[in-house]
């Protein structure tokens, strides 16, 4: 049981460290960014990466050591659906990625400005994954109270 309790902590401690991240990248990205703001927004993306890799390692270890066992999860249709909502949220952020290294390059004077087509698109992205983000633990409520 106690092993169970930590991997639930580990679990829902890497999903919080993931949602920080996501909002952190919201919150620093800008239409016009000092360069130091533009290498944060790297950094809080590249952690973002990172931790989605600990909330796919926990949520493994819960499914295999778990007290629930892996039959409960893989015969679950929520659980199937917080997966999708997972890897759509996981795709929705390789847009960002790619675009945040390409910009790299143009950072002059300090600055990097984007046109308003590309803030819009990626801020279209980042919201985005928010949006789905958020539905996530929702279906982990309904899996818990024991909704099928």
Not at 61 to 90: D, E, H, Q, S
Not at 132 to 139: G, Y
């Amino acid at each position: 049981m106690t092993l169970d309790a930590l991997l639930a902590y580990a679990h829902f401690l890497s999903i919080f460290a993931l949602a920080s991240m996501l909002t952190a990248e919201l919150l620093l990205f800008r239409q016009t960014m000092a360069a130091n703001i533009f290498q944060r927004l790297r950094l809080t993306d590249r952690w973002y990466g990172i931790i989605a890799g600990l909330v796919i390692v926990t949520g493994l270890l819960r499914l295999n050591f778990g007290l629930k066992g892996a039959a409960y999860y893989i015969g679950n249709p929520i659980f199937w659906t917080k997966m999708g909502l997972f890897l759509v949220v996981a795709l929705l952020s390789i847009p960002p990625t790619i675009t945040f290294i390409r910009w790299q390059n143009r950072v002059a004077n300090g600055v990097i400005a984007l046109e308003a087509s590309e803030y819009g698109r990626m801020m279209t992205f980042l919201r985005l994954e928010i949006a789905l983000f958020v539905l996530i633990p929702l279906c982990a409520v309904f899996m818990a109270r024991g909704f099928r």
